[in-house]
């Protein structure tokens, strides 16, 4: 990919204000600099810049403004320091201003490591997030307790005793058994508040809609986070919310090619392309009959 032809690209797709096309152009661009191990020209972190994904600013390169830029969107997200992207930092700004929001936004935008500025920012008393899963539970529990165990004791079980600040991460289900020993919530979060829908999730969505309405009761704040929703209908649970759609804001770029429309039927020549693709490294996966690529670079949440 020649760097000053794609950068035109970028900047041509900026201007008609097609910013999706300039972000999947520059992450391509960015994938094959990182690959090459080429530094990036100052034209390349300029593209970074206009198109707000900040943290892939690479400083050894960079201009005077773009590390300003880079340490102005920097924040403290719980024993370390982070770069936001635009929209990132535009969310955590509305919570430290007190909004009640709800974030729709594709899944490797960052929308929980927003959580863990917020908490080392504004050291809440009380932080409460319900999460679908156990399995989603662990892995919070493991990301907060790394960065916060010091002075918050991390719930998740329901015997575990409330200490002076507290964050508590439940499934909807055991989260109604602290109810009574909670009297303020600064902040309840809710991860994939879609499932309280009957359409999406029949079987939990009645205790999930009880557990939101039981805790907004209590919470000074609220944040809510979805990875695919348009538009919010008028329901209790998120009335007098601020709905933010960032689904176009990707930071990852797929290139799915469907390698197997070119195999014959043959079973030799199926294995032979089987082991040819396989042993071309890990940046490419095996999924069903076909091949799934990714141009990609990831934020360091």
Not at 150 to 173: C, M, R, V
Request: aromatic content about 10%; glycine content about 4%.
């Amino acid at each position: 990919m020649e760097i000053f032809e794609t950068c035109h690209e970028i900047n041509t797709q900026l201007s008609a204000r097609n910013e999706v096309a300039a972000r999947n152009l520059l992450i391509q661009l960015l994938a094959e600099l990182d690959q090459s191990k080429t530094t990036y020209p100052q034209l390349v972190n300029h593209m970074i810049r206009a198109t707000g994904l900040f943290p892939y600013l690479q400083l050894a390169s960079a201009s005077w403004d773009q590390k300003y830029v880079h340490s102005a969107f920097e924040v403290d997200v719980g024993r370390r320091s982070a770069t936001l992207h635009r929209e990132q930092s535009s969310v955590l700004a509305r919570l430290m201003d007190g909004r009640s929001i709800a974030v729709s936004a594709p899944t490797s935008f960052g929308k929980s490591f927003i959580i863990d500025a917020f908490i080392a920012a504004k050291h809440p008393d009380t932080v409460v997030i319900i999460v679908p899963t156990i399995a989603l539970m662990d892995e919070t529990r493991r990301r907060l307790f790394k960065k916060f165990s010091g002075p918050y004791t991390i719930i998740t079980a329901p015997d575990t005793k409330l200490g002076s600040k507290n964050i508590l991460i439940f499934p909807q289900e055991r989260a109604f058994g602290y109810l009574a020993f909670l009297g303020k919530i600064d902040l309840l979060v809710v991860d994939e508040f879609y499932k309280a829908s009957q359409k999406h999730d029949p079987g939990r969505a009645p205790s999930l809609i009880k557990a939101i309405i039981k805790l907004s009761k209590k919470a000074t704040q609220r944040y809510y986070l979805a990875p695919n929703i348009k538009k919010l209908g008028d329901n209790a649970f998120t009335r007098d919310m601020e709905f933010i759609e960032l689904l176009d804001f990707n930071t990852v770029y797929l290139d799915i090619q469907e390698t197997y429309k070119s195999i014959g039927l043959d079973p030799a020549e199926k294995g032979a392309k089987l082991i040819e693709l396989i042993s071309e490294g890990t940046r490419k996966s095996l999924i069903y009959a076909g091949t799934y690529t990714k141009s990609e670079k990831f934020l360091n949440f």
